[in-house]
């Protein structure tokens, strides 16, 4: 597929269906993320590939919310490998991955280059947050889901 | 008054342009990166991220499961970026004097001449090609520097023919003619110290690589001000710096 930018992702596996926002890199060069309310939708970082183009598509979003609500990704560790994942584009089009694996990394030790790194298909990546601390507050992992442009 | 202020802007001044030349990852004008692969025998892997900004290069080289030990000591792998010529691995075919071994002048018609040295500290020209003491050591280790890329490697990673070797093969997994051989670079050592172990081609990223994961959880809220508060990982870290009192009244979603 060409590149076109990315509208809405459809997981119904899960029951993840959410708007996407197009987010960029802050000025440390981390990646922006999407409000912390409950009805943030989730975000496609806008210096990846368009889902179905070549490359890692990366998109993400809250594992919670504000007043320990829900986030978009709440569920997301849930996901199955062999689930679908549909991401509808602006040019009409919609691009259809499959779960390949999912996999925890802690925060202080994020393979950058194994998450963002060049891939010879589409593939597509989504990303949330795992590793609560309860005596901290904080959240020390990421979790991401692997999928690939089903053929 | 007026005098005093000025005195006073000084360090203000100098603060800030430590706290701008600290920041961790400035956004790069290009990244390139490779996973390198074995050469030779190798039982090692590597991972290579090269961001440019500038004519500053920052490099993360990381290697593990290589041979460990030469001469009692730990064994020095040279490691460079190679280039101009065809921007790959050399094929077993390589290996012209038929020792099963492709030695660094054998691969070089694949991945061309040392256009920099991939050092653990001070020189990174070829010059320093061949310097064992700025080596990596040992089986694992990490290079990550900034320094500034000379001419040739820039016009390399632009072409495509920029390589990252690294040398340094264990003997005992050489042929007999391999391990009777000299170095084809420095006939002092053996030919396993400095033919090449792992190899991988440097290309442009896909995307514009970001730094480490995301900040995709939102700090569990333990007060009752719901107040909309400015998000993000300053105010983690102010939250912090307030101390206890204000770590266990955290009222906001502070990302984390
Ligand atoms: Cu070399």
Redo the contacts between chains.
């Keep these: 597929m060409g590149a076109s930018a990315p509208v809405t992702l459809a997981i119904p596996s899960i029951g993840v269906r959410t708007d996407l926002l197009h987010l960029g ?1 802050r ?5 922006e ?1 999407p ?2 309310g409950s009805d943030a939708p989730a975000s496609w ?1 806008n ?3 368009a889902p179905g183009e ?3 598509s ?1 998109m ?9 609500a829900r ?1 978009v ?1 709440a569920d997301l560790r849930n996901l199955a490998p062999g689930s679908e994942i549909n991401v509808s584009r602006t040019d009409g089009s919609t691009a259809v991955f499959t779960v390949d694996r999912g996999a925890k ?1 802690s ?1 202080n030790q ?1 393979p ?2 194994e ?5 010879s298909g589409a593939e597509l990546r989504l ?4 590793g ?1 601390d ?1 005596a ?4 020390d992992d ?1 979790y991401v889901i692997y999928a690939k442009l089903k053929a | 008054m007026k005098k005093t202020l000025r005195f006073m802007a000084v360090p203000t001044l100098a603060l800030a342009a430590i706290a701008l030349s600290g ?6 004008d290009q990244s390139y ?1 490779s ?1 390198l692969g074995q050469l030779n025998g190798s039982a090692g892997s590597g ?1 290579i ?1 090269l961001d440019v900004t500038g004519d500053q290069a920052h490099v993360v080289l990381k290697v593990s499961g290589m041979p460990a030990t030469f001469m009692d000591a730990p064994y020095p792998h040279v490691q460079h970026i190679h280039g101009g010529a065809q921007g790959v691995c050399p094929a077993p075919s390589a290996d012209k004097d038929g020792d099963k071994v492709i030695s660094t002048t054998e691969g070089a018609p694949s991945y061309g001449a040392i256009v920099t040295t991939l050092s653990t500290s001070g020189d990174t020209s070829p010059a320093a090609g061949l310097d064992l003491k700025v080596g990596g050591q040992g089986a694992s280790y990490t290079v990550d520097r900034t320094f500034e890329l000379n001419a040739e490697t820039k016009a390399a990673l632009k072409a495509g023919t920029a390589v990252v070797v690294v040398h340094g093969l264990d003997p005992a997994t050489l042929s007999a003619a391999g391990q009777a051989a000299k170095s084809d670079l420095a006939p002092t050592l053996p030919l396993a110290a400095t033919s090449p172990a792992l190899c991988g081609t440097l ?1 442009a ?18 007060g009752t001000d ?1 107040g909309a508060l400015a ?1 993000g ?1 300053g105010l ?1 870290l102010i939250a912090l710096a307030g101390g206890a009192y204000v ?1 266990r009244r ?1 009222t ?2 502070a ?2």
């Design positions: 890199l000025e440390n060069g981390s990646l993320v409000g912390t970082y210096g990846s590939p070549r490359g890692p990366v993400l979003g809250h594992v919670n919310a504000l007043g320990g986030g990704f990394y925060k994020f950058t280059l998450v963002y790194g060049n891939t990303i949330t947050c795992d609560y309860p901290t507050g904080f959240f990421n | 920041s961790p990852a400035m956004a790069a990166q996973t991972t991220t290309k990223g896909q995307m514009k690589m970001p730094a480490g994961g995301a900040d995709t959880g939102v700090t569990q809220e333990t719901t998000v990982g983690a770590i955290r906001a979603g990302a984390a």
